[in-house]
C-alpha cells in the first residue's frame, strides 16, 4: 500500500462505519414495526404472484411487475420464508440498497468532499418515505432504489462521457420498468439531459431500454392471456380508479379528486422538504451554491417536473409513488449545505436538523394527517397493526384448534381480510364487493363476489378480479366448521344472510364482535349475495 493509499485508509473506515451504522439503524427499524400483517393489500397479491403469476387474478394485481415477481420467486427458493414474509424482505433489502448506491453517488458527484456522501446515505436512511416501505412489503422501495442506481449513472465522470454509459442507462431503465413501470416518470428526463445532444448515445439508449422494456411486457402480456386481455385487466383496475380521481375524467369524484390533490402535496413537501430547507439555509446565508449542487439541482427538478403534476392531476394513491424522488432530493441537499469548516453555523447545523425533523415527522406525525390517506409515519404503521389485531381477534374468538372458518364481509377494503388467508390457511374469505368501487369499471351496473384463499383469489365473475366468463357462483375447495360474519360489515349485509340463515344475526355494535354460525345455518348449503352464490363443499 502506497502512502497515499495508507492515507486514506481512515476515510474508507469512516465510510465503512458510517453506512454499517445507518443501515443498522434502518434494520432496527423496520423489525421494531414490523408485525405478521402487512399493511396493505398489494403486498398479499405480491406473496400470490411468488406461486401463479396471473394479474387478472391480481397475483399480483396489474400490470404485474413481472421483473418484482421473478426476485421474489429466487428470493423465496434461497430464503425458505413464508409468501408475505418474502415480500417484506424484499422491500426491506431495496430500501437498505438504497443508502449504499446514494452514497455512491454522492462520491461520483463530490468526489473532493465526503460528507456530501455521508449525508446523502445519511438522509435516504432518515426519509419517512423509505423507512414506511422499508416496513411495509410494497414496490415502491424498489423505485427509489433504481432510481439512486440510476442517479449514480448520471453523476458518474465514466458513465457521462462514454458509450458504456450509455448502455447502462438503457438497463437500468429496462430494469427499473420491470419492478415498477411508474419508474419511466422519474428517469427519462434526467437521461436525456445528461446524453444531450449525443444523438448516438441517445439511440443507443433508446434501443436498448426499448428492447429490455419489450422483454418484460411481451412475457406479462402473454402470461396474462394476451394482449387484449392484459390492457382490459390494466384498465379494469388502473382505468377505473382513474376514472375517478383524474381531473381529467368526465367521471370524477370531486371528493376523490380532492383527495388525491391533498394527497400528492402532502407527500411531495415529506419527499422534498429536504432539499427546500437546505436552499432556504444557502439563501439566509448567502452561500453561493456549488457546480456540483446546481448540478444535482437539474436533475432533481427534471425528475419532479414529470412526476408530481401526472401524480396530482391522475392518481397518487399514496407517498410511495413519490419514493423515486428521495435519492435526487437528498443527494441535491447534501450539495448545498457541503462546504468548508467556515462555512456560516446555520450551513453547519442544517443536516442534523433535517434528519431530526425527519425522524420526528415519521416517530410523530399522526395518521390522516390533514386528512390525507396513508401517513408515512410510525403511528400510521401501529394503528394499522392495531387494527388487524382486533380484527383477527373478533374473527378467532370462540374457534377451536384446527377449525375451518370462512369469513364473510362487504367491507370495502380488502387490506386485513385478503392477507388472513396467507397467515392461517385454514381460514377462506368471501368478499362483496359494493357497486361503489365497480361502477368505474366499464359495463359493469352490479357488484360482485369473490373468494380468497391460501393459494389465489376467485371471483364470480367480476371487475374487482377482472374475471372472462359469466359464472354466476363458486363452490369451495374446502369444507368449513364455521362461517364468520366480519365484524365491520355492515347492517344491510347482515340482513341479507339472516334471511337465507335459520340462525339470528346480531347487528352491527360497538363491541366489534363477529357473528358466528354454522354452515348448517344456511338453507341449501349456500350464500347467495345478489345475483351471485358461494356453495359450501360437501362434506
Known amino acids: 500500500m502506497s502512502r497515499g493509499e495508507r492515507a486514506q485508509a481512515p476515510e474508507w473506515l469512516l465510510d465503512a462505519v458510517v453506512l454499517a451504522g445507518l443501515a443498522a439503524l434502518a434494520i432496527a427499524i423496520y423489525l421494531s414495526l414490523g408485525d405478521r400483517t402487512a399493511l396493505d393489500c398489494d403486498v398479499a397479491n405480491l406473496a400470490l404472484g411468488i406461486e401463479r403469476f396471473d394479474p387478472r387474478q391480481h397475483q399480483p394485481h396489474p400490470p404485474g411487475y413481472l421483473g418484482y415477481v421473478l426476485l421474489l420467486r429466487a428470493l423465496h427458493a434461497m430464503v425458505g420464508l413464508t409468501l408475505l414474509d418474502t415480500t417484506r424482505l424484499a422491500s426491506r433489502l431495496f430500501a437498505l440498497a438504497t443508502i449504499p448506491l446514494l452514497w455512491a453517488a454522492g462520491r461520483a458527484l463530490c468526489p473532493q468532499d465526503r460528507s456530501v456522501a455521508r449525508v446523502a446515505a445519511l438522509l435516504a436512511a432518515t426519509n419517512p418515505i423509505l423507512l414506511y416501505y422499508g416496513v411495509d412489503g410494497q414496490t415502491h422501495s424498489a423505485e427509489a432504489a433504481m432510481a439512486a442506481a440510476l442517479l449514480w449513472a448520471l453523476v458518474s465522470p465514466r458513465m457521462r462521457a462514454t458509450r458504456s454509459g450509455a448502455l447502462v442507462y438503457g438497463l437500468l431503465l429496462a430494469f427499473g420498468g420491470s419492478l415498477r413501470p411508474s419508474y419511466a416518470l422519474v428517469s427519462v428526463l434526467p437521461v436525456l439531459y445528461v446524453l444531450w445532444p449525443d444523438w448516438k448515445r441517445i439511440a443507443l439508449t433508446a434501443i436498448v431500454a426499448a428492447l429490455g422494456t419489450l422483454a418484460w411486457l411481451i412475457p406479462t402480456a402473454i402470461l396474462s392471456g394476451g394482449w387484449h386481455t392484459y390492457r382490459l385487466a390494466n384498465d379494469v383496475l388502473v382505468g377505473a380508479f382513474i376514472r375517478m380521481t383524474s381531473v381529467f375524467s368526465p367521471e370524477h369524484d370531486p371528493r376523490l379528486l380532492a383527495l388525491n390533490l391533498r394527497d400528492t402535496l402532502h407527500w411531495t413537501v415529506v419527499a422534498l422538504a429536504a432539499p427546500a430547507l437546505a436552499l432556504l439555509a444557502g439563501l439566509l446565508s448567502k452561500k453561493r451554491a456549488s457546480a456540483e449542487a446546481s448540478r444535482a439541482g437539474v436533475l432533481l427538478a427534471l425528475t419532479a417536473a414529470p412526476a408530481i403534476p401526472f401524480y396530482a ?80 381477534a373478533a374473527i378467532d374468538d370462540g374457534a377451536a384448534p384446527g377449525d375451518r372458518q370462512l369469513v364473510v364481509s362487504d367491507y370495502p377494503s380488502q387490506t386485513l381480510l385478503r392477507q388472513l388467508p396467507l397467515l392461517e390457511p385454514s381460514i377462506g374469505v368471501l368478499f362483496l364487493h359494493p357497486l361503489f368501487f365497480t361502477r368505474h369499471a366499464g359495463s359493469h351496473t352490479k357488484s360482485t363476489i369473490s373468494y380468497a384463499t391460501r393459494h389465489g383469489w376467485l371471483p364470480a365473475p367480476g371487475p374487482a378480479l377482472n374475471a ?72
Open 468 to 539: 372472462d366468463g359469466d359464472r354466476p357462483g363458486i363452490t369451495t375447495s374446502d369444507r368449513f366448521d364455521w362461517v364468520v360474519i366480519d365484524p365491520r360489515a355492515s347492517n344491510e349485509f347482515r340482513a341479507l344472510l339472516a334471511r337465507q340463515t335459520t340462525c339470528p344475526i346480531a347487528p352491527k355494535d360497538e363491541r366489534f364482535l363477529a357473528p358466528r354460525l354454522r354452515p348448517s345455518c344456511f338453507s341449501g348449503g349456500r350464500i347467495s349475495l345478489g345475483d351471485y352464490w358461494l356453495r359450501f363443499a360437501a362434506r
Open 313 to 392: 392531476l391522475i392518481l397518487c394513491a399514496e407517498a410511495g409513488y413519490l419514493a423515486g424522488l428521495v435519492p435526487v432530493a437528498a443527494l441535491t441537499c447534501a450539495a448545498l449545505l457541503a462546504g468548508s469548516a467556515d462555512r456560516p453555523r446555520l450551513m453547519r447545523l442544517m443536516p442534523a436538523a433535517i434528519v431530526l425533523l425527519q425522524l420526528g415527522f415519521f416517530a410523530f406525525a399522526p395518521s390522516q394527517l390533514g386528512r390525507t390517506f396513508m401517513t408515512p409515519s410510525a403511528p400510521e404503521i401501529i394503528s394499522r397493526e392495531l387494527r388487524a389485531r382486533l380484527l383477527y
